[in-house]
Nanobody, 123 residues
């Protein structure tokens, strides 16, 4: 089992920045990739970004490319999502996820999930 815990959400004005953190514990040696997803009210959970646990290759949704940066600290078993130039449409609950089979762009590709952290961007 892998346990995940997100921190760093909050309220920010449009154009501002936030950094989300996701700490992993448990059987972290089994992790192949970590991802961030988000879910706005009434919408499906959508892919935001992902990173390979070994090697560090990164992947982004078109909607956040150039504004968000995913990174990891393997020694601390922590993944970060730096979010810059935030827009009101970025408002959602953000979830981190751990996958055992590599990077996937859909939620069912990940085996473990955090509890989520709210990000609200005001206009």
């Amino acid at each position: 089992q892998v346990q995940l815990g997100e921190t760093g959400g909050g309220l920010v004005q449009a154009g501002g920045s936030l950094r989300l953190s996701c700490a992993a514990s448990g059987r972290t040696f089994s992790i192949s990739a970590m991802g961030w997803f988000r879910q706005a009210p009434g919408k499906e959970r959508e892919f935001v970004a992902a990173i390979r646990w070994t090697g560090g290759s990164t992947y982004y949704a078109d909607s956040v490319k150039g504004r968000f940066t995913i990174s990891r600290d393997n020694a601390e078993n922590t993944v970060y999502l730096q979010m810059n130039s935030l827009k009101p449409e970025d408002t959602a609950v953000y979830y981190c996820a751990a996958g055992l089979l590599g990077v996937r762009y859909y939620p069912t590709g990940y085996s473990y999930w955090g509890q989520g952290t709210q990000v609200t961007v005001s206009s």
